[in-house]
Nanobody, 115 residues
C-alpha cells in the first residue's frame, strides 16, 4: 500500500516562501496523477493544485501565480513551491492522488502564515 509523507511546512511571515515535499513509497508513483490539498481550521479539505503524469497542471484560483507544483518521478517525490504566502494559507497541507480512489492520507505538514 502506498504511504505518503509530507514535509517542509513551518511558520512563515506573510509574503514569505516555503517548499513542501511529498514522498510516496512504492514503485507506482509515476503512473498516477497527484495533487496537493489543504485543510484550514474549521474548514473542509480542499484541492490546491494537481499535476498529471503528462505534466498537465491545475491550480485553485486562490494560489494561481504564487504556487508552483512539480514532480520528480525518479525520486517518487512531488513538490509545492509556495511564494507570497498569505495568512489565509494557514492549513495542514496533504498530498494524494488527483482522482479517486485516494490513497490513505499521510499526516500532513502544518503551514502557518503569521506575523
Amino acid at each position: 500500500q502506498v504511504q505518503l509523507v509530507e514535509s517542509g511546512g513551518g511558520l512563515v511571515q506573510p509574503g514569505g516562501s516555503l517548499r513542501l515535499s511529498c514522498a510516496a513509497s512504492g514503485s507506482i508513483f509515476s503512473i498516477y496523477g497527484m495533487g496537493w490539498y489543504r485543510q484550514a481550521p474549521g474548514k473542509q479539505r480542499e484541492c490546491v493544485s494537481t499535476i498529471t503524469t503528462g505534466g498537465r497542471i491545475t491550480y485553485t484560483d486562490a494560489v494561481k501565480g504564487r504556487f508552483t507544483i512539480s514532480r520528480d518521478n525518479a525520486k517518487k517525490t512531488m513538490y509545492l513551491q509556495m511564494n507570497s504566502l498569505k495568512p489565509e494559507g494557514t492549513a495542514v497541507y496533504y498530498c494524494n492522488r488527483n482522482t479517486s480512489p485516494l490513497w490513505p492520507w499521510g499526516q500532513g505538514t502544518q503551514v502557518t502564515v503569521s506575523a
